[in-house]
């Protein structure tokens, strides 16, 4: 629970301040110390009358009444000076950046489930442990350094991660980029980032408060208040981008070891993220690159002009561009032309827009003035501008950040020479731009930025389905798998179209049925999980005869416990699917099925309530969706009905939330019809 005396204590305590500034401890009251923190500050320090000028107390319960408590002594005396501080100092606000807790042993995490116990007693907060601390407008209660300035319209910043936030702000400050607010949640024994979003949510005021959130998380212990508060602080105005560390088993360990993080899979977390309107980061790199073009102004089309004097760098960028879906249109025309005529012979307006090396300050502002004014199909200018430390680019850049300021359209600045015009771009910087150094980082975060969509509604229509029908079926089976009649009750109860079939362990009742199907049909084992891997599916059967014959040979296979028959559909193979991570409402997923989806994998995600937008939003996104529309004279599949059985699946998950994993591969989809072939369902209680 995030409170004032955290925010904007009045007296801070720092419990194992030093002399030595190179100690946690010391640096800690250093920091806040040069920070200008205008309340009481104490210390305690058993060995010390006075530390950095401050004066010490030898015990805990000497000190007088305090509002935040800073602890940097051994964990295992935490405990009982958190009791005290609570109970007796009237403190509510707590940060611990010892280590030795949950993240050690177990004997960690009993200390800190007492110390939660009797700061939730308090009605406090606790931040910790094993973190770096907390920066606020108020004080700058971290042991690190760097220590950014606070500028109320930069970044806010809640990591997971003492270190990695201490990297993030140690690269933003050098692009440029600026910190509000940050928070080290650590352990995150009470307080997490979610719990710190909730807050920056809650009493968010635009007047005020940053628009620009940035999380690194290796956790996420309730994606609901995630989604939630996200989601409505994008709606709001705010721009949030996040790295979700931990989302692969190896990386999983890893953050077990530092934090005791829960894994949950890529693909989950990604859903999640564009479900809220998060930007999904996988790197510091692109974090920092997105939060900085969150500091510019908002593109708002794909068409980007990449004006330059280094080809090499325009060409990577296009590139890049273009990978994600932006795109730099061809420049042409009698305005392209007067263009040119201000330029040095062999240049190029074509786009990207090279005005060669010898290319000068004034040229720069004239192409810049004509991509704003001329150019109607240009939406963003990319401005690649190094030096080969021949001559001062100072010019240049006093241009360009001019142009930044006047100019509607967006421009995003590559000044990639860190060291030739090093003074140059501190200069640069210094009048509150971000540079990028990389053209290709740019080009990558710009695309990322672009493909986030809107924060989903909280009102989702699903289509209407049998709930009653789906719990008979639900509330009167054993966790584990669905057999074939209890799937297919579960799939006409939520209006999924399925093919046609027979299962039967009985060669003669299976003969009989037969009367009732056309041939050719496809003969599948019963039983085992994977069909195929056993050569349990058996394609082209045309006759009585061979229905015979194969029914022997599929009960012969391991696990066997029946035999399926269905008509032998001709179509695009399709899939959906669903898999439940802990914690998580159910992902929904979509693709090419059959072997595409085992070659391919090509596969899309939602979280589940999945509105009509976002199934669209899903199937178009498919590297294969030519395929579903109808390509090199194939027939497509009729989309719209596609779209309708993925909305339908996450209604049946809605009704259902028992179901763990399902899969649907193939259906079997044509203009006229989409038809379920193969459904495995697995119930977990």
């Known amino acids: 629970m995030v409170n004032k005396q955290l925010l904007n204590p009045k007296s801070i305590v720092v419990i194992g301040a030093s002399n030595d500034a190179k100690k946690p401890g010391g640096n800690m009251l250093k920091n806040i110390i040069s920070g200008d923190f205008r309340g009481s500050l104490s210390v305690v320090n058993p060995k010390e009358e006075k530390v950095q000028g401050i004066k010490s107390y030898s015990e805990v319960k000497d000190i007088p009444k305090t509002e935040l408590a800073i602890l940097a002594i051994p964990a295992k005396f935490c ?59 108020h004080y700058k209660g971290v042991f690190t350094a760097p220590v950014p300035p606070f500028n109320p319209k930069g970044c806010d910043l809640i990591s997971g991660s003492g270190a990695t936030a201490v990297f993030i702000m140690e690269a933003g400050m050098a692009l440029g980029v600026s910190f509000a607010n940050v928070f080290s949640v650590g352990n995150a024994a009470q307080t997490g980032v979610e719990d710190i979003l909730e ?29 939630k508060h996200a989601s409505s602080l994008i709606k709001k105005g705010a721009k949030i981008a996040a790295i979700k560390a931990g989302s692969t088993a190896e990386g999983s360990r890893a953050a077990t070891s530092h934090t005791g993080a829960i894994a949950s899979s890529d693909m989950t977390v990604r859903a999640l993220f564009n479900k809220a309107g998060i930007v999904y980061c996988s790197s510091r790199e692109q974090l920092l690159s997105v939060a900085s073009i969150f500091n510019y102004k908002k593109l708002v089309g794909k068409n ?39 330029l040095y012979p062999g240049s190029s307006v074509s786009n990207p827009i090279d005005f060669l090396a010898t290319g000068t300050a004034e040229q720069l502002g004239i192409i810049i003035d004509y991509c704003e004014h001329k150019f109607e199909n240009i939406d963003a200018m990319a401005v690649v501008f190094g030096s080969p430390g021949l001559f001062d680019v100072e010019n240049v850049y006093n241009v360009l950040s001019v142009k930044l300021e006047i100019c509607s359209k967006p421009i995003f600045p590559v000044l990639p020479s860190v060291v030739n015009a090093q003074r140059e771009i501190q200069s640069f910087l210094k009048k ?49 798998y669905l057999n074939a009649k209890q799937t297919e009750k579960l799939l006409d109860a939520a209006g999924i179209p399925r093919v046609m079939e027979i299962v039967e362990n009985s060669k003669e009742k299976l003969l009989a049925a037969m009367d009732s199907m056309e041939f050719p049909v496809v003969m599948k084992v ?48 399709l899939f959906v699917g669903v898999m439940k991570e802990p914690g998580f409402n159910h992902t929904i997923l979509c693709g090419l099925g059959g ?48 779209v309708d059985i993925i909305q339908r699946l996450s209604a ?17 989809g044509t203009q006229r019809a989409i038809m379920a072939v193969d459904t495995r369902v697995r119930i977990g209680l």
Request: glycine share 8%; with cysteine; charged share 25%.
């Open 79 to 137: 405990p009982e000076t958190i009791k005290i501080l609570a109970e007796e100092k009237n403190t509510k606000a707590f940060i611990i950046i010892s280590a030795g807790f949950g993240e050690g042993d177990e004997q960690g995490k009993l200390w800190e489930q007492e110390i939660s116990q009797t700061v939730e007693s308090v009605g406090g907060c606790l931040i910790g442990p094993n973190c770096i601390g907390v920066i606020t407008e």
């Open 199 to 227: 807050y920056m949510d809650i009493h968010f005021n635009p007047e005020i408060d940053s628009f620009i959130k940035l999380l690194y998380l290796e956790t996420i212990s309730n994606p609901k208040k995630l989604l």
């Open 304 to 342: 980007i002009a990449i004006i330059t004097h280094a080809g090499g760098s325009a060409v990577m960028l296009a590139d890049e561009l273009s990978k994600g879906g932006l795109k730099v249109p061809e420049i042409s025309g009698p305005d392209a032309e007067k263009l040119k005529s201000f």
């Open 432 to 480: 509150g731009h971000i540079n990028f150094p990389d053209e290709v980082v740019l080009g990558k975060a710009l695309s990322q930025v672009f493909n986030t969509p809107e924060p989903i509604s909280e009102q989702i229509s699903l289509p209407n389905i049998d709930v009653e029908k789906i719990r008979s079926v639900i509330d009167n089976v054993p966790e584990g």
């Open 526 to 573: 019963v039983g085992p999980l994977h069909k195929s891997d056993a050569k349990g599916v058996v394609l082209n059967i045309s006759s009585k005869e061979e229905v015979s014959e194969t029914f022997d040979l599929l009960m012969k296979i391991d696990s066997a416990t029946a035999v399926m028959v269905q008509p032998q559909l001709a179509g695009l193979e």
């Open 595 to 642: 072997i595409f989806i085992e070659v391919l994998n090509d596969v899309a995600a939602g979280l589940s309530p999945i509105s009509k937008v976002e199934a669209q939003k899903m199937v178009q996104s498919l590297r294969g969706y030519k395929l579903i529309q109808g390509a090199r004279d194939q027939e497509g599949v009729d989309e719209n009905q596609f």
């Open 652 to 668: 049946l998950v809605e009704a259902a939330p028992e179901i763990m994993e399902m899969d649907i591969n193939p259906l079997i």
